[in-house]
């Protein structure tokens, strides 16, 4: 679960949802979470791809990730 501590969000998180948020802290890109998903989790680059998309998405519009 992520919260934010300034508008009080919170956000929950499966465990593909949180090995991004875990990737994110490291400054990983786009590619390279799809990656990870597609090798921890065993699926195709499409749907690890959209699965990543979503959550960055999610979480900029949560203001829990800033933009790039």
């Not at 929950?12 to 921890?40: F, G, P, Q």
């Amino acid at each position: 679960m992520l919260f934010d501590t300034q508008t009080a969000a919170i956000c929950a998180c499966n465990s593909s949802a949180w090995a991004i948020v875990c990737a994110l802290k490291k400054a990983n890109d786009t590619e390279r979470l799809i990656e990870l998903l597609t090798e921890a989790f065993e699926v195709g680059a499409g749907t690890a791809r959209k699965d990543v998309l979503s959550l960055v998405k999610e979480l900029r519009s949560l203001d829990m990730l800033e933009p790039t």
